[in-house]
Nanobody, 127 residues
Framework: QLQLVESGGGLVHPGGSLRLSCVAS????????IGWFRQAPGKEREAVSW????????AYAPSVKGRFTILKDNAKNTVYLQLNSLKPEDTAIYYC????????????????????WGQGTQVTVSS
């Protein structure tokens, strides 16, 4: 059974850093594109970053570009999201999602592209 498990969330001060992990089980990530999404209280879920199956191509939402970095380690069946220079507005539940890629180089930006989701990990940025 395909499963995604996020970890690495927590409470951090503004300007701090966290590294989120998304570990896949029941399948291998080498043919799956991955997206990271987040949902803040009272807001809709939004895309944060997304990466191709081969890990070569990636993109970021404008609000996190230059602060967050996505990395796909197919050997470890894990995708990471490094969060730096965190701001209070980054507070949210962060989810990873997977989809079987039509091409190993393609990235997928929208929620509707992803059929498989993890349960999320809470990130709270507060002083």
């Amino acid at each position: 059974q395909l499963q995604l498990v996020e970890s690495g969330g927590g409470l951090v001060h503004p300007g701090g850093s966290l590294r989120l992990s998304c570990v896949a089980s029941g399948f291998t990530l080498d043919r799956y594109a991955i997206g990271w999404f987040r949902q803040a209280p009272g807001k809709e879920r939004e895309a944060v970053s997304w990466i191709s199956a081969d890990g070569v191509n990636s993109a970021y939402a404008p609000s996190v570009k230059g602060r967050f970095t996505i990395l796909k380690d197919n050997a470890k069946n894990t995708v990471y999201l490094q969060l730096n220079s965190l701001k209070p507005e980054d507070t949210a539940i962060y989810y990873c999602a997977a989809r079987l890629a039509f091409s190993l180089h393609l990235t997928y930006e929208y929620e509707s592209h992803y059929p498989d989701w993890g349960q999320g990990t809470q990130v709270t940025v507060s002083s």
